[in-house]
């Protein structure tokens, strides 16, 4: 009885060990860019919340590992001192540090939120709900110092409403040709949020495409390129027809060097991770919204992300650089044998 009890306080449900799996890979990213931030950063205070940053994902890195040992499971290889450069000149502005900080902070508590709801064992819970305080005081102290910063965005903001209305006519969701209802507060949030962050993988794939080896990586950072500043322009030619702010844009935070700090395999998987979120907001921004206007445009990024995430999986196994994720046993291949 005290063995099955230790069996199962050790091990791990498929859910928990892709929550950590994932995260590990994603933390060892992690630990290569913040380390090489830190080598170039000049303003103190960002340099604080970017080693408060690798503090963060090098305890993550120790935990997971503690949980893997324990349940017999093989850690990922991840990324190590071998993917990043510390010798490379600068790559973005201090400020292009902060907001790739914050970005990275929504990401984690995305998937720490996502990571509890799934998970069994009270002590992995527990994990992730201390990754979600320790990102809530790191997020804290980004958009603090962030609004100090000349580039930073602020949400749009409406008038407040004076009564409670009703939806009338199911051309409120309908109308597509001819004049348009004014945006929603949950469209407006979802496409600043997605102007924001679809800028965001425009202007890294830029700074990618500078300094990566591969041609064939090249290439797909310059496609990247041009459909994510396609789609974040969609974004905001709608916010503009409604006289809303618009995110500002990163490109000119970007230095003209040629020389990567970081390795070809690690910037690919930086660009599937962010393609792979993107489709996630995507989607929820999809549910959220009652034009059809919107919802179309939705779809034509959702179909650009699915191409991009198509030749990025592509390239990763193409050129060795894809861990499998643990799998479940093969029971087909075993009876064969």
Same mark, same amino acid.
């Given at each position: 009885m005290k063995r099955i009890e230790k069996t199962q306080k050790t091990s791990l449900t498929a859910a928990e060990a892709s929550a950590l799996w994932l995260q590990y890979m994603g933390d060892s990213m992690a630990v290569c860019v913040y380390k090489y931030f830190l080598k170039i950063v000049e303003n103190e205070d960002i340099k604080s919340i970017l080693a408060y940053s690798l503090r963060l994902a090098d305890g993550h890195l120790i935990k997971i590992n503690d949980f893997f040992s324990k349940a017999n499971f093989k850690l990922p290889k991840g990324f190590t001192e071998k993917d990043v450069n510390l010798h490379a000149p600068r790559l973005f502005s201090d400020s292009f540090l902060l907001f790739y900080s914050r970005i990275m902070t929504m990401h984690g508590i995305s998937a720490y939120t996502l990571a509890i709801t799934n998970a069994e064992r009270e002590d992995i819970q527990n994990h992730f709900f201390e990754c979600i305080v320790t990102s809530k005081e790191l997020y804290q102290r980004i958009v603090k110092l962030g609004k100090t910063q000349p580039q930073y965005s602020h949400v749009p903001t409406i008038s407040a409403p004076h009564e409670v209305e009703f939806v009338e006519t199911a051309g409120f969701i309908a109308n597509f040709i001819g004049d348009k209802r004014p945006l929603n507060i949950s469209e407006i949030s979802n496409l600043h949020f997605n102007s924001n962050k679809t800028g965001f993988i425009r202007s890294l794939s830029l700074a990618f495409s500078q300094v990566v080896e591969n041609e064939e990586v090249r290439n797909f950072m310059l496609k990247n390129v041009k459909l994510?500043?396609?789609?974040?322009?969609?974004?905001?030619?709608? %916010?503009?027809?409604?006289?809303?702010? #618009?995110?500002?844009?990163?490109?000119?935070? !970007?230095?003209?060097?040629?020389? =990567?700090? +970081?390795?070809?395999?690690?910037?690919?998987?930086?660009?599937?991770?962010?393609?792979?979120?993107? %489709?996630?907001?995507?989607?929820?921004? #999809?549910?959220?919204?009652?034009?059809?206007? !919107?919802?179309?445009?939705?779809? =034509?990024? +959702?179909?650009?992300?699915?191409?991009?995430?198509?030749?990025?999986?592509?390239?990763?196994?193409?050129?060795?650089?894809?861990?499998?994720?643990?799998?479940?046993?093969?029971?087909?291949?075993?009876?064969?044998k």
């Open positions: 994510a500043g396609q789609d974040a322009e969609s974004f905001d030619e709608i %916010l503009l027809k409604d006289n809303l702010p #618009i995110p500002n844009r990163w490109d000119a935070e !970007i230095t003209d060097s040629t020389i =990567s700090p +970081f390795s070809d395999k690690l910037m690919l998987f930086h660009a599937a991770l962010l393609v792979n979120a993107a %489709l996630s907001y995507y989607g929820a921004a #999809i549910g959220a919204s009652l034009r059809t206007d !919107i919802i179309l445009n939705y779809r =034509s990024v +959702f179909n650009h992300a699915m191409q991009a995430g198509a030749l990025c999986y592509k390239l990763l196994v193409k050129n060795g650089w894809m861990e499998k994720q643990p799998e479940a046993i093969d029971r087909k291949g075993l009876s064969r």
